[in-house]
């Protein structure tokens, strides 16, 4: 029996430019606790004729997973241009979102896409080269189809072997004729999507928050915007000369095929180390081996800096996750960071992940008064940096007690 079903996919920002970010809010169910991360995967179909073209858009990994409703929403940027078929960038194709655990994928979601020209005259006499900027992109939304593999869910793979979905696909077919109920709610999911061979964090998202003194923490969708928020308020304070320190973090990906080769962190003066590279060497966090001694070199010394910018200034932090929590020098410097954040010694705005369950240091600034929590979403990211801004500044205007 499965112990995650989706029950609902809102495709959002549609119909839209075709180089827009893709955005879809998934809702699902967790019947029994997962210890292990549940992984994430949009697929662009580039050609129908050969999933040589396929693009993953992007892979994220949400876990461990509680029992209960969750809630999040999926953003990818869009496809690879230079990777497209010419003779395949206009008209029809599909986009996947698959789920595996351990390994194993166990539902594939799949919904048409229908490329064009957003001018009369582009669609009547079509350029020989295609121009992406001019074209819209509309997911049919809905009209999804869902397909669902057995997996080994237990601890205890069968026969000692953990492996991908049992016999292939559920009953070796996609699923025709479930009732909607049996597969999404409101966006209603029809099964049977499939193109060539394919077949086709808690519950809240993230967010920022703001305290008063203390710590401003931004909870944000899935790359919805956190970072953008934090870089904008950073340039914002330097302008009015409030000294800051801290990191961000940035993605690293291949400039020829668009893939995410991991992260960086990069402080607030400019300077630059990994933290994390695709790779399966520990400490690790999901398909990343966490950089410990060059993300050590560069953050420690980026913490410590708070302390001669703590009168008039403050700390600035993108993001406290799990990748960074794997250096134990690191997660040192933030319960010493909470203990001064709460004795109003110190001004704190961080970004903090979905999935925040089991790291204390986060449910430890929750927890000090006087900390608002933004939540950022695509429908909202523009106006909220504005609700940030106004929050940081009165922060700044208080004084911290002697």
């Not at 992007?58 to 509680?66: A, C, H, W």
């Not at 089991?358 to 929750?366: H, I, N, P, R, Y």
Request: glycine share 6%; hydrophobic share 40%; with cysteine.
């Amino acid at each position: 029996m499965a112990k995650v079903h989706i029950t609902n996919v809102v495709v959002l920002d549609n119909p839209s430019s075709f180089l827009n970010p893709f955005q879809f809010e998934l809702t699902f169910e967790c019947i029994e606790e997962l210890k292990e991360d549940l992984e994430w995967k949009m697929i662009y179909v580039g050609s129908a004729e050969s999933e040589a073209f396929d693009q993953v858009l992007d892979t994220i990994y949400v876990g461990p997973v509680p029992e209960g409703r969750h809630i999040f929403v999926f953003q990818a940027d869009p496809p690879n241009v230079s990777r497209i078929p010419e003779q395949d960038a206009v008209g029809v194709t599909v986009v996947l979102l698959t789920c595996s655990y351990r390994g194993q994928e166990f539902v594939r979601v799949g919904y048409f896409i229908n490329n064009e020209y957003a001018e009369p005259e582009l669609r009547e006499n079509p350029p020989p080269k295609p121009l992406f900027h001019k074209m819209t992109r509309n997911i049919l939304a809905s009209k999804p189809r869902v397909t669902r593999f057995k997996i080994n869910w237990d601890d205890a793979p069968a026969n000692g072997v953990a492996g991908g979905p049992s016999n292939g696909m559920m009953d070796g077919e996609e699923e025709e004729g479930a009732t909607t109920d049996e597969m999404m709610a409101a966006n209603g999911v029809d099964h049977s999507a499939h193109h060539h061979d394919h077949g086709m964090m808690d519950g809240e998202p993230d967010g920022v928050s703001v305290q008063q003194h203390p710590p401003d923490l931004v909870h944000d969708e899935n790359r919805v915007g956190k970072t953008t928020i934090m870089r904008k308020l950073s340039d914002e304070l330097v302008t009015r000369k409030v000294p800051i320190s801290g990191f961000y973090t940035e993605e690293l990906r291949d400039t020829r095929s668009g893939d995410r080769l991991g992260f960086d962190v990069v402080t607030f003066s400019g300077e630059r180390a990994p933290l994390a590279r695709v790779g399966s060497r520990a400490p690790s966090v999901g398909r990343y081996s966490v950089c410990l001694a060059e993300f050590e070199r560069l953050a420690l010394p980026a913490l410590d800096a708070r302390r001669p910018a703590a009168k008039t200034g403050a700390l600035l932090l993108d993001e406290i996750g799990r990748m960074e929590l794997k250096s134990s020098a690191f997660a040192d410097r933030m319960n010493a960071i909470v203990h001064e954040v709460a004795a109003g010694k110190l001004r704190f705005i961080a970004t903090i992940p979905l999935k925040a369950s089991g790291m204390e240091v986060v449910e430890q600034l929750k927890r000090i008064a006087g900390c608002q929590i933004f939540h950022v979403k695509p429908s909202n990211r523009d106006a909220l940096y504005d609700e940030v801004r106004k929050a940081t500044l009165r922060m700044i205007a208080t004084a911290l007690p002697r």
